[in-house]
């Protein structure tokens, strides 16, 4: 099964930005919609924004307009810019695909933070 690899998190102020990778080993990267989910203190796993093959995105409201999912087939990459970061986005960053078929990686840490 295709292994998932995020990376690109850390330590940022408010307002700052960040830009998350996640690679995915096998073929499987190329068909399939991916997304980004996080999973804050305390809280469930949510999703973040998803993009489709085709390069078609949707996000959460919380995000819309500050952050931006993006994918290179070719290099079986999925990324997300986030921009203007505020405290309540500190959180864990996964990908997967949108229904959560793949196993989960190990994940990145965003912390939002003066």
């Known amino acids: 099964q295709a292994q998932l690899v995020e990376s690109g998190g850390g330590l940022v102020q408010p307002g700052g930005s960040l830009r998350l990778s996640c690679t995915a080993s096998g073929h499987i990267f190329s068909i399939n919609n991916m997304a980004w989910f996080r999973r804050a203190p305390g809280q469930q796993r949510a999703l973040v924004a998803d993009i489709t093959s085709g390069g078609s995105t949707n996000y959460a409201d919380s995000v819309k307009g500050r952050f931006t999912i993006s994918r290179d087939n070719a290099e079986n990459t999925v990324y997300l810019q986030m921009n203007s970061l505020k405290p309540e986005d500190t959180a864990v960053y996964y990908c997967?695909?949108?229904?959560?078929?793949?196993?989960w990686g190990q994940g990145t840490q965003v912390t939002v933070s003066s």
């Open positions: 997967n695909t949108p229904m959560s078929l793949l196993s």
